[in-house]
């Protein structure tokens, strides 16, 4: 299954507390091995099976430092729920 989101984390921000990691549904977070300039191992993400749903944003303590993308995929134009839009 492709991903239906995808996750930044800023690591100036990241304090490594782990919260992220142990709420994300998907497990699609980890704890990066190397340390921050803080001397924290920040949070990343893996790069996969993401499904945008925010729980890491929202329980994250540090503002600014995750930010969540959900992937849209474009529709055909003028089609809405598998019906033909009446043309104009």
Avoid: N
């Avoid at 191992?41 to 600014?64: D, K, L, N, V």
Wanted: with cysteine; hydrophobic share 30%; glycine share 12%.
């Amino acid at each position: 299954m492709a991903a239906r989101g995808k996750v930044t984390i800023e690591t100036e921000e990241c304090k490594g507390c782990g919260l992220c990691v142990e709420s994300c549904p998907p497990k699609c977070l980890e704890l990066a091995p190397e340390l921050s300039a803080y001397g924290v191992h920040p949070a990343r993400y893996t790069g996969q099976a993401c499904t945008g749903c925010g729980i890491c944003f929202y329980c994250c303590p540090e503002p600014g430092a995750i930010t969540v993308y959900c992937i849209v995929t474009p529709t055909k134009p003028g089609v809405r729920g598998g019906h033909h839009a009446p043309a104009l």
